[in-house]
């Protein structure tokens, strides 16, 4: 039943692992994002695919490479993992600007 | 956040009115939105309005825009215990992007 779904739900890693964060949306949409939310509460976008192609790709480390098997999914890989990247990232869709985004309920990644 | 600014803290008590105020600053916007986060929890789209459009009512919500002075405001009538959240403000940048603001905490007092 869950729209946009996402996996795991918290992550704990150490420095310089490397991880993935699993995204899955049953709404059809075309559109998938993540974004980044730091402590301050501040959502920043980092990726955005239209139908597996990459559309926004802001000023994110190249540790971070996001990958789009097919219009459903967007997975989130991050190499290296530096304690600056404990933040809680959130997958989203839309299918066009009216609806707005459907997110997920979010993925808190704590790197000690 | 920088394109996008709200008060960070609004506390209401039970029964009264809040009201969350935001500023944009792209004047093309299309639409604006104004989502609610509950704790542990991802961001629930709650009511946009269209750029063309003054006011939009929905149940206890009441967004009002100001073009002219790029001024949104929501305002929850009645608030409960169950409006505490962080409420966002955000602008469509076009291409589908959304510009986040930095959110209100409401906090409801009994």
């Known amino acids: 039943d869950t729209a946009v779904s996402q996996t795991p739900k918290y992550l704990v890693t150490q420095m310089g692992n490397d991880k993935s964060i699993k995204c899955e949306q049953n709404?059809?949409?075309?559109?998938m994002y993540w974004y980044k939310q730091d402590s301050k509460k501040f959502l920043k976008i980092m990726f955005s695919?239209?139908?597996?192609?990459?559309?926004i790709n802001e000023t994110v480390p190249n540790r971070f490479s996001p990958k789009s098997p097919d219009k459903a999914h967007l997975n989130l890989h991050i190499n290296s993992l530096e304690l600056g990247d404990s933040a809680v990232y959130f997958c989203a869709s839309s299918q066009d600007e009216l609806r707005g985004y459907t997110f997920g309920s979010g993925t808190r990644l704590t790197v000690v | 956040g920088e394109d996008v600014e709200q008060s960070l803290f609004l506390s209401v008590r039970e029964g009264d009115s809040s009201v969350i105020n935001c500023t944009y600053t792209d004047s093309s916007s299309t639409y604006l939105y104004w989502y609610k986060q509950e704790p542990g929890a991802g961001l629930q789209l709650l009511t946009y309005?269209?750029?063309?459009?003054d006011m939009k009512q929905d149940q206890r919500l009441t967004v009002l825009l100001n073009k002219k002075d790029k001024h949104l405001s929501l305002r929850i009538a009645d608030t409960q215990t169950g409006d505490s959240a962080i409420y966002f403000c955000a602008e469509s940048m076009g291409d589908y992007k959304l510009s986040f603001g930095a959110g209100t905490t409401v906090t409801v007092r009994a």
């Open positions: 309005i269209f750029s063309n459009m």
């Open positions: 709404l059809g949409h075309d559109t």
């Open positions: 695919y239209n139908n597996k192609e990459l559309i």
